[in-house]
Nanobody
Framework: QVQLVESGGGLVQTGGSLRLSCAAS????????RAWFRQAPGKEREFVAA????????YYSDSVKGRFTISGDNAKNTVYLQMNSLKPDDTAVYYC???????????????????WGQGTQVTVSS
């Protein structure tokens, strides 16, 4: 059974930074893509960033491009999300996701990812 465990969330002021981590454990699985999504109260879960595990290509939503950076550590099977210049609109529960198999779906698609973490709260105060 695959488990994804996020950490690093918290409360930060506008303009501050946080670094989220997502470690995969359990049965070894092949990773083709790892991603971060977020969900604010009353809103749908939305794509934030993704990384192609082989080759390291990265993808970002327009709302975080230039402020957030996704990266991965293959040896630790861990993906990170460095978040800088945080804004109150970034307040949400952040979820990491992993695909585990090749997929024709976009890296930004929720449906690509069968494995999800439990989420970590990020709150940005104004």
């Amino acid at each position: 059974q695959v488990q994804l465990v996020e950490s690093g969330g918290g409360l930060v002021q506008t303009g501050g930074s946080l670094r989220l981590s997502c470690a995969a454990s359990g049965v070894t699985f092949s990773t083709y893509g790892r991603a971060w999504f977020r969900q604010a109260p009353g809103k749908e879960r939305e794509f934030v960033a993704a990384i192609r595990w082989s080759g390291g290509s990265t993808y970002y939503s327009d709302s975080v491009k230039g402020r957030f950076t996704i990266s991965g550590d293959n040896a630790k099977n861990t993906v990170y999300l460095q978040m800088n210049s945080l804004k109150p609109d970034d307040t949400a529960v952040y979820y990491c996701a992993a695909d585990g198999q090749p997929s024709f779906r976009s890296y930004s698609s929720l449906q690509r990812y069968p494995y999800w973490g439990q989420g970590t709260q990020v709150t940005v105060s104004s």
